[in-house]
């Protein structure tokens, strides 16, 4: 069995096909999904497609590049939201990203949504699901400051070994999708390869990131597949032993005792 930690059942380019795309994920072992929020509607989506579905949970919240959407009565809806469905499961993703804003004012922004959903999860007992991009430094120092009870997964990890372990010194799960699939993803082998078992999720963040042999084409459930079978052969394990393992490490991670 399967858990897609991560993925985007909310897009657009879902809403044609989503019972046959989960169907089909369902033949390959896909048999739980955490469909993820990243803004206000996004998240109201979620966790319709969540109570549309048995095997799917949301989680909700707003991403740092959706910092628009940033206000004290959005951080009230969500915890409505989250109070009012037992299938939102975490809040997310949220975090900090860097990687195109350079502006300090507006970076300082982002830490001040993101330690306000930290304080959400908290007050929720929920664990989060976390986008971190080209600011691991700043992440860990709030991290630290501001422990989540609940910790959670660090989704589309793209940091060095020696700070995803300091990720788990902090109880959370690293995630691996489509990228460790790729040739040139040095680094997420390295991290993959130096870590335990134990500490390993997997996703899709689809329909972004697509595996080999699918890259250039949309990402679909089904192939968070591809991902386990290229990690099982990368580590020298069997897939049936490494998917049972990442399976207990999502439900562990997500605080999530059955997905029926």
């Known amino acids: 069995m399967i858990f897609d930690t991560h993925i985007h059942l909310n897009a657009e380019e879902y ?13 390959k072992g896909v048999t739980a999904f955490l469909c993820v929020g990243w803004d206000i ?5 979620a966790v319709e497609i969540a ?3 048995d095997n ?26 989250a109070q009012e469905n037992d299938k939102v499961i975490a809040i997310g993703e949220i975090g900090l990203d860097y990687y195109w804003e350079k502006d300090i004012e ?12 930290i304080e959400l999860a908290n007050k929720l007992n929920l664990p989060v699901s976390l986008h971190i991009r080209d600011a691991y430094g700043d992440a ?13 997964i660090a989704h589309c990890y793209s940091g060095s070994l020696e700070t995803a372990r300091e990720f788990i010194k902090l109880d959370f799960k690293i995630a691996f999708g489509g990228v460790l699939t790729f040739k040139n993803s040095k680094v997420s082998k390295e991290v993959f390869l130096g870590i335990s078992l134990d ?5 899709t963040d689809a329909p972004y990131l697509t ?7 949309m990402n679909r459930p089904e192939y968070i597949y591809e991902t386990v079978k290229y990690a099982a052969e990368l580590r020298n394990v069997s897939q049936e032993e490494l998917e049972d393992m990442a399976y207990k490490n999502s439900l562990k991670s997500l605080h999530v005792k059955t997905y029926d």
């Open 15 to 27: 809403e044609e096909n989503l019972p046959s795309l989960l169907n089909e994920a369902k033949e």
């Open 41 to 45: 509607e996004s998240s109201k989506k």
């Open 51 to 53: 109570n549309s579905f």
């Open 56 to 81: 799917v949970y949301a989680a909700i919240g707003i991403i740092p590049t959706s910092i628009d959407d940033f206000s004290l009565e959005n951080i009230l809806f969500l915890e409505k939201l």
């Open 106 to 117: 507006v970076r300082n922004k982002q830490k001040e949504l993101f330690i306000k959903q």
């Open 140 to 152: 860990l120092e709030i991290l630290k400051e501001h422990k989540i009870e609940k910790a959670g």
């Open 199 to 203: 500490d390993i999720v997997f996703e």
């Open 211 to 217: 595996p080999v042999p699918y890259r250039g084409k």
